[in-house]
Nanobody, 115 residues
């Protein structure tokens, strides 16, 4: 059983920055593949970024490339999403996940970008 929890969402003006954090409880010495999805009202869930169990960033969505950075992962089982130059279209609930025996999800954190 893995417990995933996000934090760091909030309201920010367009052009601003936020950092989301995620922690995944896991058995000692285990490394998890972790990542971020987001979902805006009326839209499909979109994968934002992924870090492999070894700490390598394996995916960044084209829609956020150059503005968002994913860091962390590996044995620390903590994940971060650094979001810069935020746009109103980035407004969504951001979900962290961790892959172990199955995919575990956090409850999500709201990010709202005002124009």
């Amino acid at each position: 059983q893995v417990h995933v929890a996000e934090s760091g969402g909030g309201l920010v003006q367009a052009g601003g920055s936020l950092r989301l954090s995620c922690t995944a409880s896991a058995p000692p010495l285990s490394s998890l593949t972790m990542g971020w999805f987001r979902q805006a009202p009326g839209k499909e869930r979109e994968r934002v970024g992924t870090i492999s169990w070894s700490g390598e960033v394996t995916y960044i969505a084209d829609s956020v490339k150059g503005r968002f950075t994913v860091s962390g992962g590996g044995a620390g089982n903590s994940l971060y999403l650094h979001m810069n130059n935020l746009k109103p279209e980035d407004s969504a609930v951001y979900y962290c996940y961790a892959d172990s025996d199955r995919r575990y999800w956090g409850q999500g954190t709201q990010v709202t970008v005002s124009s």
